[in-house]
T-cell receptor, first 115, second 117 residues
Framework: NAGVTQTPKFRVLKTGQSMTLLCAQDMNHEYMYWYRQDPGMGLRLIHYSVGEGTTAKGEVPDGYNVSRLKKQNFLLGLESAAPSQTSVYFC??????????????FGPGTRLTVT | AQTVTQSQPEMSVQEAETVTLSCTYDTSESNYYLFWYKQPPSRQMILVIRQEAYKQQNATENRFSVNFQKAAKSFSLKISDSQLGDTAMYFCAFMKPYGGSQGNLIFGKGTKLSVKP
C-alpha cells in the first residue's frame, strides 16, 4: 500500500498562474482533506470531502477549489496564484468518524512557492 | 468554535530525560478526540497518540503518554527516555466525531522539540 500520495512534491508558480495538486489514497477512505501549513501557524483546513462527489469548505477556502470525482482522488486547484498562497500543502484521508479508532493519514506534502 | 493552544513554541531536553509538552483546548462538546502528531524534519505527519474524551484512562504508547484532564481542558504529552529521533515539531489536535465539521482536525501551532545528546 502506498497510503496517501501527493503530486507534485515541489512547484514554483508566477503570480496569476494556475495549477492543480493531486492527492491519491489507496485505503478506500471516505473522507479526504486539504491543509496548508505556514510557519508558526500549524495546519489549517482548506477544503474537505466526506465522499465521492461531495466537497465542503474548511477554515481557509478562499482562492482554492477542489473536486472529488473519484473516491480515491482529491484535487486542489489554484485558479490565479498569489504570493499569499506560498505554503506547504498536505492532503490527508480517513475513515468516517465513528468507524473505530480514528486517524487521519497524511501525504508527504507539496511545497508551493508563488513569486 | 473549538480552539487548541500550545503555549510552548520551543523546548529542549537531554537525551534519556523526560519532557512534557502542554496543550489546552476550548470546546463545548462532550464527545471528542484529542491527538498528538509528530512532524520530523522529513515533514511527514505521524500520529503519536490518540485519546477519546469518554475514556477516563490516559492513553499510552510505549515511551509516550498523555495526561488528559477533561474538566481543565488540558492534554499534555509526556515523552520518557527521550531519543535523538524524537526531535520534531509536535502538534496537538482536536476532533469532534459527530455533527457539523465532523472529522475535521483543529491543530495547535506546534511545539518544536530538540533532543540534545
Amino acid at each position: 500500500n502506498a497510503g496517501v500520495t501527493q503530486t507534485p512534491k515541489f512547484r514554483v508558480l508566477k503570480t496569476g498562474q494556475s495549477m492543480t495538486l493531486l492527492c491519491a489514497q489507496d485505503m478506500n477512505h471516505e473522507y479526504m482533506y486539504w491543509y496548508r501549513q505556514d510557519p508558526g501557524m500549524g495546519l489549517r483546513l482548506i477544503h474537505y470531502s466526506v465522499g465521492e462527489g461531495t466537497t465542503a469548505k474548511g477554515e481557509v477556502p478562499d482562492g482554492y477549489n477542489v473536486s472529488r470525482l473519484k473516491k480515491q482522488n482529491f484535487l486542489l486547484g489554484l485558479e490565479s496564484a498569489a504570493p499569499s498562497q506560498t505554503s506547504v500543502y498536505f492532503c490527508a484521508s480517513s475513515l468516517s468518524p465513528g468507524q473505530g479508532p480514528y486517524e487521519q493519514y497524511f501525504g508527504p506534502g507539496t511545497r508551493l512557492t508563488v513569486t | 468554535a473549538q480552539t487548541v493552544t500550545q503555549s510552548q513554541p520551543e523546548m529542549s531536553v537531554q537525551e534519556a530525560e523526560t519532557v512534557t509538552l502542554s496543550c489546552t483546548y476550548d470546546t463545548s462538546e462532550s464527545n471528542y478526540y484529542l491527538f498528538w502528531y509528530k512532524q520530523p524534519p522529513s515533514r511527514q505527519m505521524i500520529l503519536v497518540i490518540r485519546q477519546e474524551a469518554y475514556k477516563q484512562q490516559n492513553a499510552t504508547e510505549n515511551r509516550f503518554s498523555v495526561n488528559f484532564q477533561k474538566a481543565a481542558k488540558s492534554f499534555s504529552l509526556k515523552i520518557s527516555d527521550s531519543q535523538l529521533g524524537d526531535t520534531a515539531m509536535y502538534f496537538c489536535a482536536f476532533m469532534k466525531p459527530y455533527g457539523g465539521s465532523q472529522g475535521n482536525l483543529i491543530f495547535g501551532k506546534g511545539t518544536k522539540l530538540s533532543v540534545k545528546p
